[in-house]
DNA sequence: TTATTTTACGCAATCGTTTGCGTAAACCTC
DNA sequence: GAGGTTTACGCAAACGATTGCGTAAAATAA
């Protein structure tokens, strides 16, 4: 491949007046600019990012860590994200974990390693996981991490309020004089399924209403699992079923189906997220909108923020709201 | 940061030394090896993969360009590439196009410039587009295309049949008695919507059966375009239709249902891509399966064959398969 | 003990850029 | 036409690694 000596030589002059020409740096006259453009013509130059980046540490290119791309709501944060790096001339370098937190750290540490100038953490941890190495990784390198949701750690984050979505569909499902409800989680110990089991249970207590503990069931994020949790919780007669996303609140309704009930007449069925899941369901499922498109870019604009001006950890939180379909 | 040269000053010895050592390279004695150790320990090193790739011209990277990550086919094809490059230790940037193949040029740009040992296009082209593009890219840098199927070029390729899995549908349709069809395509100029069209058409060809102008439309591959679409030609009372993706199929099925027709009584749906999507709707759609996640898994593996030994263009076929449910 | 091989490691060039410093040439000003 | 600025460009040192070559020291052979 051809380098920047090589078009400098053809061209007759030194390396540094090619670098400066091509950085858009002025000075150069107008008969040197045209040796110049004809010998990059010429030779076919492009400048060598990876050289470029060594010298001056700036990488433009940004490290963004995901569980998985097959999930639709990982997928639109991660639209979000490349739709305003690139906007912003950066690249992106993805690294899924495939759901296995113990790939997490491995992922980060591959990135690192001057291989970008940023980076981006996105989904829940497990228990408490890896909050110590994160903490470490946030001196290294600018990071910010979306829906991970710390009780105390400081970091840049932007969040998406599972609890208060989770109060809308509770009050909303309240308003509509359901009493008897049933939950289908993600997973037991993931952060994000918690806080929007907790969000309903909370708001549910402050009407008056109990959760039983029967009534709650891992639905781990698939479609089939969530059937099989549905098929069990529909045994107890729930007036309506309240599911952690819009894949598994499908799931549920096929369940219903089979069960011989329909929806919303005999049971409501509530889903989160908003995915194009939801309109193509019949009945088209309630949800708890979640604007995972916008998160990603918000994202991508507080790290582009913080690797300008560093300070204390900011953070933004993603509202949600209820989307009333016919499942309810 | 800490570089290889403070490592080598704290541990006492030359930075080829240490180079050598954390390579794993041998002839280096106990003693030693302990003292490094501790210096990278205190110090935090982590080798600098940028200058490494400066180097060495191998960056240990592949970049991949798609038109977007929000088409679940698209992400499948992308996750099947991720976990196979991960698991051979590359890296992957991402460029994503959102539909506009002019940002594919510029995509393709930004990550050759040395940044990745080999490129990945996923995703049909318009008309003939930028194929001479391509043509000169492939001598810059390994490339496999996927489901990009030149009459001619010379390119590494994993495609699905696309075509023959259109046959798959028309024939399984023509079997089960019906006549009188209907399809929703892509885009009119896309290549994967026209091979789908084509195979469907020429399988109805074959047993005597034409395929009126006015009973095409094009769908852009979205929900509530393929709903329009899917209106219009409800009027022409066709008794089964055809749609190149699940999404439009499903689009397809409100559409009906909003006519006051049932599926499959009344009239036949098929989808295309065997996605999550076509378990969920009501009935559940007959489809015609695509492997994506496969067809990015085998991208992956090609693209890595191709970089160790390179020689004349190799191409992987994917199959295809009808998956019979319930709205046929 | 001496000669020979092997082991362990240092020296310095190199990968392709950027950039501070230095200086001829060109342009003004009076 | 001498002095002062500005413009255009060359020189060489980095950035952080890798690696071929060379050589003391250690190990082995004679």
Same mark, same amino acid.
Not at 68 to 88: C, H, K, S, W
Not at 130 to 159: A, H, M, T, Y
């Given at each position: 491949?051809?380098?920047?000596?090589?078009?400098?030589?053809?061209?007759?002059?030194?390396?540094?007046?090619?670098?400066?020409?091509?950085?858009?740096?002025?000075?150069?006259?107008?008969?040197?600019?045209?040796?110049?453009?004809? %010998?990059?013509?010429?030779?076919?130059?492009?400048?060598?990012?990876?050289?470029?980046?060594?010298?001056?540490?700036?990488?433009?290119?940004?490290?963004?860590?995901?569980?998985?791309?097959?999930?639709?709501?990982?997928?639109?944060?991660?639209?979000?994200?490349?739709?305003?790096?690139? %906007?912003?001339?950066?690249?992106?370098?993805?690294?899924?974990?495939?759901?296995?937190?113990?790939?997490?750290?491995?992922?980060?540490?591959?990135?690192?390693?001057?291989?970008?100038?940023?980076?981006?953490?996105?989904?829940?941890?497990?228990?408490?996981?890896?909050?110590?190495?994160?903490?470490?990784?946030?001196?290294?390198?600018?990071?910010?991490?979306?829906?991970?949701?710390?009780?105390?750690?400081?970091?840049?984050?932007?969040?998406?309020?599972?609890?208060?979505?989770?109060?809308? %569909?509770?009050?909303?499902?309240?308003?509509?004089?359901?009493?008897?409800?049933?939950?289908?989680?993600?997973?037991?110990?993931?952060?994000?399924?918690?806080?929007?089991?907790?969000?309903?249970?909370?708001?549910?207590?402050?009407?008056?209403?109990?959760?039983?503990?029967?009534?709650?069931?891992?639905?781990?994020?698939?479609?089939?699992?969530?059937?099989?949790?549905?098929?069990?919780?529909?045994?107890?007669?729930?007036?309506?079923?309240?599911?952690?996303?819009?894949?598994?609140?499908?799931?549920?309704?096929?369940?219903?189906?089979?069960?011989?009930?329909?929806?919303?007449?005999?049971?409501?069925?509530?889903?989160?997220?908003?995915?194009?899941?939801?309109?193509?369901?019949?009945?088209?499922?309630?949800?708890?909108?979640?604007?995972?498109?916008?998160?990603?870019?918000?994202?991508?604009?507080?790290?582009?923020?913080?690797?300008?001006?560093?300070?204390?950890?900011?953070?933004?939180?993603?509202?949600?709201?209820?989307?009333?379909?016919?499942?309810?």
């Amino acid at each position: 491949m051809a380098n920047i000596k090589s078009v400098a030589q053809k061209a007759g002059v030194n390396v540094s007046t090619v670098s400066r020409y091509v950085a858009g740096k002025l000075n150069v006259k107008k008969e040197t600019r045209e040796k110049i453009d004809a %010998a990059i013509a010429e030779l076919g130059y492009r400048p060598h990012a990876t050289a470029k980046a060594l010298k001056t540490s700036v990488t433009n290119c940004i490290g963004i860590v995901i569980p998985t791309i097959r999930n639709p709501l990982f997928a639109d944060i991660v639209a979000g994200l490349t739709q305003r790096l690139e %906007a912003n001339k950066f690249t992106t370098m993805l690294y899924s974990t495939e759901n296995h937190l113990s790939k997490e750290k491995e992922g980060i540490g591959t990135l690192l390693a001057g291989r970008v100038d940023g980076l981006v953490v996105v989904g829940s941890s497990g228990k408490t996981g890896s909050r110590d190495w994160l903490e470490e990784v946030k001196d290294i390198i600018p990071l910010v991490v979306v829906n991970r949701c710390w009780q105390n750690g400081d970091f840049n984050r932007v969040i998406t309020d599972f609890t208060a979505g989770s109060r809308l %569909a509770a009050d909303y499902l309240v308003g509509k004089g359901y009493r008897r409800f049933a939950v289908i989680t993600g997973y037991k110990d993931n952060e994000e399924s918690q806080l929007k089991l907790y969000g309903f249970e909370q708001e549910l207590w402050q009407r008056g209403i109990m959760l039983g503990q029967d009534m709650v069931a891992e639905g781990f994020f698939s479609y089939d699992k969530a059937y099989h949790a549905a098929r069990k919780l529909l045994g107890y007669r729930p007036e309506a079923v309240f599911a952690a996303s819009d894949l598994m609140a499908a799931a549920v309704l096929k369940a219903t189906k089979d069960c011989g009930l329909v929806v919303p007449e005999d049971m409501a069925v509530i889903g989160y997220g908003d995915s194009q899941i939801s309109q193509i369901t019949t009945p088209a499922l309630t949800t708890v909108a979640q604007h995972a498109v916008e998160s990603g870019a918000a994202a991508a604009n507080l790290l582009i923020e913080v690797m300008k001006e560093p300070g204390p950890a900011r953070e933004v939180i993603m509202r949600t709201e209820l989307v009333v379909r016919q499942s309810t």
